[in-house]
């Protein structure tokens, strides 16, 4: 199978299953799929992306080699939504490495504070969480943004809303 071709052909869940079925837990045919996702071909990025969610739900630990590459291509210009929202979910469900998580705290802070899509906000609530669970000398800081984000996105947002009053909650225990 040609990763590429069939990201770039077929957009559907049957398409994103094949090819995670693919690639299983051969570190070379991940290696290709990331490839697309890292890509400056942003329609394949997004398109490449989406199977991100797939192989992550069935076996995390595939991507962790990707983790840096992942986080430079966030800090690109010109990523369509599905690239942060894919690699947010995938930090905030199952984590990144110490070696990145200064920098992913403060990339998702970012999306926080700007006009990111909803779905990336949520996700990336999650992520800062997990990093303030381990340095809670950042929760002050945390807090404040979450409660804006809550203020300013919860209203026409259940996510944000439901996500942020469960963080708040959980922060508590940091204050």
Not at 7 to 32: F, H, M, T
Not at 35 to 58: E, P
Request: charged share 25%; proline share 3%; with cysteine.
């Amino acid at each position: 199978m040609d990763i590429r071709a069939s990201l770039l052909r077929d957009r559907s869940k049957a398409n994103c299953q094949r090819i995670v079925e693919y690639i299983g837990n051969d570190p070379q045919l991940c290696a290709e799929w990331a490839a697309c996702l890292l890509d400056k071909d942003s329609v394949l990025s997004n398109k490449a992306s989406w199977v991100l969610n797939f192989i992550t739900d069935n076996n995390p630990s595939v991507v962790d080699s990707f983790q840096s590459k992942f986080l430079a291509k966030l800090k690109e210009e010109g990523n369509l939504d599905g690239v942060p929202r894919a690699i947010c979910r995938h930090w905030a469900e199952y984590g990144f490495p110490e070696e990145i998580e200064g920098e992913v705290y403060d990339l998702c802070l970012g999306y926080l504070q700007t006009n990111s899509a909803i779905a990336i906000k949520a996700h990336a609530m999650q992520a800062c969480y997990n990093v303030v669970t381990k340095y809670p000398e950042l929760s002050s800081e945390y807090k404040i943004i979450l409660e804006e984000v809550i203020l300013r996105y919860g209203p026409e947002s259940a996510g944000i809303r439901s996500r942020g009053d469960k963080l708040l909650k959980k922060l508590r225990t940091f204050l």
